[in-house]
């Protein structure tokens, strides 16, 4: 007697769709034209885009690429070798741990977005695509035609949810395009990426290396674009091309070798930033990064307030104003009414004793409010702040900080001996004055990171996401809730301040004007709020890594001006939309908006 253990198909009942890709064409044929056009977008770099050298970038010769073509030329050297891993390449197969259809998508996008933008922009300035030289053509149909056999690659796609016929045309439409949309994504889906193997340490220790030099040399090239279309073609590539990476489970394993070596990659990603100014000429775009750094910092104290002890901050700027007056009164300038000139260490204990004194003095009456309510009050603070220095001026209130115009003309710092103002030669290296400030703001950096890990990893840390996760179960457990954001607050605020002494210095004049809730030159209490948020409340690279990213791409992008602002608020409800956890995301957040994510078998304090 024969038992039946596979049940009979219900008819009616439609049997799962073959996969198959976006574009009607066979996979094969798909798969052959992504790869030639992969090597034909790397062909095309080597050759003439355009007649004149008017363009920026000087795309008019043979041999060797220049400008936006080294950025095409990157994104199909990926299109090319993510091609070859699905012909089954042998000596490929660890570039692809998570399958290699999806980082083909992602790379050929990647080439065909950058090198049409270049196309665009050559026949918009010049005056139409006559301007066009061979290699721009061939550039264009290549990228193209990659592109478009990537999608031919085929996938699985979803069922589409059942239509109730009595429902009208909008909620057909509404339907329709909701499965066209779970379609595209899952075209773009990867599956996860297999988990590396146990390596000998020096080799794990030697890939670190590797990442924060390719880290190094990423944002070295990013900060250091000389005109705009550069820097927009480097955001396409950069965004598109760290995309392919993860699609194809790279980033995936390289942060399983990094969390091996936590110690090692706290300390590498530190000696990599600090080799930063080693590798400029002068000091045009040290500026920059001793700026990113001061809004890092800052960043990262105000994740203590909002991102573990989940308090809504929004007069936060105003710490660092403290701290940078403070240490402006104590400087010697001879706009302070003290004539005194504190060495730095002494100054430095100033800054961050009056932020802190003022953290307690506003969190003391005010941390018994929760929510929006809490928020209102420190908004005021902010601005209660700012509108007090600015009539501490001698005519609405004692002379103390010279009013709107603030404490100009402070001094350089000196560290036993050093001279922070002057330029320095190091290993044949010249360092100037703003890199020496960024090698200091290294270091205030560095303790704030140590404060945060230390913190976060502490009794009190715990109680600080007890109380974000949910303050009634917290005190019911008997935390006591307001000396535990009495403390955040206090941690927080004396974090800015240590940050504002160096600003003051930096600055030469700290004015009112300087601390607002909002504008269009960070850090401002906006704009540093929008800097945990984007790069993942919680943790540690975020605030530093969405800090740097609200600071550079505005700088970057002031040729959009007035539409500057609007571009930019674009980019963010984009990003919150598809990425709202942040671009760093700690495991437990990623589960609280994605719920199809596997969920880990342990939860610890940040995560998996």
Same mark, same amino acid.
């Given at each position: 007697?024969?038992?039946?253990?596979?049940?009979?198909?219900?008819?009616?009942?439609?049997?799962?769709?073959?996969?198959?890709?976006?574009?009607?064409?066979?996979?094969?044929?798909?798969?052959?034209?992504?790869?030639?056009?992969?090597?034909?977008?790397?062909?095309?770099?080597?050759?003439?885009?355009?007649?004149?050298?008017?363009?920026?970038?000087?795309?008019?010769?043979?041999?060797?690429?220049?400008?936006?073509?080294?950025?095409?030329?990157?994104?199909?050297?990926?299109?090319?070798?993510?091609?070859?891993?699905?012909?089954?390449?042998?000596?490929?197969?660890?570039?692809?741990?998570?399958? @290699?259809? /999806? %980082? #083909?998508?992602? &790379?050929? =996008?990647? +080439?065909? *977005?950058?090198?049409?933008?270049?196309?665009?922009?050559?026949?918009?300035?010049?005056?139409?695509?006559?301007?066009?030289?061979?290699?721009?053509?061939?550039?264009?149909?290549?990228?193209?035609?990659?592109?478009?056999?990537?999608?031919?690659?085929?996938?699985?796609?979803?069922?589409?949810?059942?239509?109730?016929?009595?429902?009208?045309?909008?909620?057909?439409?509404?339907?329709?395009?909701?499965?066209?949309?779970?379609?595209?994504?899952?075209?773009?889906?990867?599956?996860?990426?297999?988990?590396?193997?146990?390596?000998?340490?020096?080799?794990?220790?030697?890939?670190?290396?590797?990442?924060?030099?390719?880290?190094?040399?990423?944002?070295?090239?990013?900060?250091?674009?000389?005109?705009?279309?550069?820097?927009?073609?480097?955001?396409?590539?950069?965004?598109? @091309?760290? /995309? %392919? #990476?993860?699609? &194809?489970? =790279?980033? +995936?394993? *390289?942060?399983?070798?990094?969390?091996?070596?936590?110690?090692?990659?706290?300390?590498?990603?530190?000696?990599?930033?600090?080799?930063?100014?080693?590798?400029?000429?002068?000091?045009?775009?040290?500026?920059?990064?001793?700026?990113?750094?001061?809004?890092?910092?800052?960043?990262?104290?105000?994740?203590?307030?909002?991102?573990?002890?989940?308090?809504?901050?929004?007069?936060?700027?105003?710490?660092?104003?403290?701290?940078?007056?403070?240490?402006?009164?104590?400087?010697?300038?001879?706009?302070?009414?003290?004539?005194?000139?504190?060495?730095?260490?002494?100054?430095?204990?100033?800054?961050?004793?009056?932020?802190?004194?003022?953290?307690?003095?506003?969190?003391?009456?005010?941390?018994?409010?929760?929510?929006?309510?809490?928020?209102?009050?420190?908004?005021?603070? @902010?601005?209660?702040?700012?509108?007090? &220095?600015?009539?501490?001026?001698?005519?609405?209130?004692?002379?103390?900080?010279?009013?709107?115009?603030?404490?100009?003309?402070?001094?350089?710092?000196?560290?036993?001996?050093?001279?922070?103002?002057?330029?320095?030669?190091?290993?044949?290296?010249?360092?100037?004055?703003?890199?020496?400030?960024?090698?200091?703001?290294?270091?205030?950096?560095?303790?704030?990171?140590?404060?945060?890990?230390?913190?976060?990893?502490?009794?009190?840390?715990?109680?600080?996401?007890?109380?974000?996760?949910?303050?009634?179960?917290?005190?019911?457990?008997?935390?006591?809730?307001?000396?535990?954001?009495?403390?955040?607050?206090?941690?927080?605020?004396?974090?800015?301040?240590?940050?504002?002494?160096?600003?003051?210095?930096?600055?030469?004049?700290?004015?009112?004007?300087?601390?607002?809730?909002?504008?269009?030159?960070?850090?401002?209490?906006?704009?540093?709020? &929008?800097?945990?948020?984007?790069?993942?409340?919680?943790?540690?690279?975020?605030?530093?890594?969405?800090?740097?990213?609200?600071?550079?791409?505005?700088?970057?992008?002031?040729?959009?001006?007035?539409?500057?602002?609007?571009?930019?608020?674009?980019?963010?409800?984009?990003?919150?939309?598809?990425?709202?956890?942040?671009?760093?995301?700690?495991?437990?957040?990623?589960?609280?908006?994605?719920?199809?994510?596997?969920?880990?078998?342990?939860?610890?304090?940040?995560?998996?």
């Amino acid at each position: 007697m024969t038992t039946q253990t596979t049940a009979p198909e219900t008819p009616g009942t439609p049997a799962a769709a073959a996969p198959s890709g976006l574009i009607g064409i066979p996979p094969h044929v798909g798969r052959a034209l992504a790869l030639g056009g992969g090597v034909l977008t790397i062909v095309s770099t080597f050759m003439s885009w355009t007649w004149t050298s008017a363009f920026p970038g000087d795309l008019t010769v043979y041999g060797y690429p220049g400008g936006l073509q080294v950025l095409v030329l990157i994104g199909g050297i990926f299109t090319t070798l993510f091609a070859l891993a699905g012909y089954g390449v042998t000596w490929l197969r660890g570039l692809v741990p998570a399958g @290699g259809d /999806a %980082a #083909l998508k992602m &790379a050929a =996008l990647a +080439a065909f *977005a950058t090198a049409w933008y270049t196309v665009i922009s050559i026949s918009t300035e010049l005056g139409g695509v006559v301007n066009l030289d061979p290699g721009g053509y061939l550039v264009a149909i290549a990228s193209l035609g990659a592109f478009v056999g990537a999608l031919a690659l085929p996938f699985q796609h979803p069922e589409p949810e059942p239509i109730d016929p009595d429902e009208g045309s909008w909620e057909h439409f509404k339907n329709q395009s909701a499965h066209w949309w779970e379609t595209v994504k899952t075209a773009f889906a990867a599956k996860p990426a297999r988990p590396v193997g146990k390596l000998p340490a020096f080799v794990e220790i030697l890939i670190i290396a590797g990442i924060m030099a390719v880290g190094l040399l990423v944002f070295t090239y990013g900060i250091g674009t000389e005109y705009d279309e550069l820097f927009v073609g480097f955001l396409i590539t950069a965004g598109f @091309g760290f /995309a %392919a #990476l993860n699609k &194809a489970g =790279l980033i +995936a394993q *390289a942060s399983q070798i990094t969390a091996r070596h936590q110690t090692i990659t706290v300390w590498g990603a530190f000696i990599a930033a600090a080799l930063f100014p080693f590798t400029q000429t002068d000091d045009q775009y040290a500026t920059l990064g001793v700026y990113i750094l001061i809004f890092a910092t800052v960043a990262l104290g105000l994740n203590i307030v909002v991102g573990l002890a989940g308090l809504l901050d929004l007069g936060y700027v105003a710490f660092l104003g403290v701290g940078a007056y403070a240490a402006a009164l104590v400087s010697g300038s001879p706009s302070s009414p003290f004539d005194v000139q504190f060495p730095f260490w002494a100054a430095v204990l100033v800054g961050a004793a009056a932020s802190l004194t003022f953290g307690v003095l506003i969190g003391a009456p005010t941390l018994r409010l929760r929510g929006d309510y809490l928020a209102i009050v420190t908004l005021g603070f @902010g601005e209660i702040f700012r509108i007090t &220095a600015n009539n501490l001026d001698g005519t609405s209130g004692p002379d103390i900080t010279n009013g709107s115009n603030g404490i100009s003309s402070i001094p350089n710092l000196k560290i036993l001996g050093w001279d922070l103002g002057a330029p320095h030669t190091i290993l044949g290296f010249t360092i100037g004055r703003f890199a020496n400030y960024f090698l200091l703001m290294l270091v205030i950096t560095a303790i704030v990171v140590l404060v945060f890990r230390r913190s976060g990893d502490s009794r009190i840390g715990r109680a600080w996401i007890a109380i974000r996760e949910d303050e009634t179960a917290a005190l019911a457990m008997g935390i006591n809730g307001f000396r535990v954001k009495l403390i955040a607050f206090a941690v927080g605020a004396s974090l800015a301040g240590l940050a504002g002494t160096v600003q003051a210095h930096v600055t030469y004049t700290v004015t009112p004007e300087q601390y607002q809730f909002a504008g269009p030159i960070p850090p401002n209490s906006a704009f540093l709020l &929008a800097a945990v948020v984007l790069g993942g409340m919680g943790t540690i690279g975020g605030p530093l890594i969405g800090a740097s990213l609200l600071y550079l791409i505005p700088n970057k992008l002031q040729f959009l001006g007035d539409y500057q602002l609007f571009a930019f608020g674009v980019a963010l409800i984009l990003l919150m939309r598809f990425r709202p956890e942040g671009l760093v995301a700690n495991r437990r957040r990623q589960l609280e908006f994605h719920e199809e994510a596997e969920a880990p078998t342990v939860l610890g304090k940040t995560g998996a």
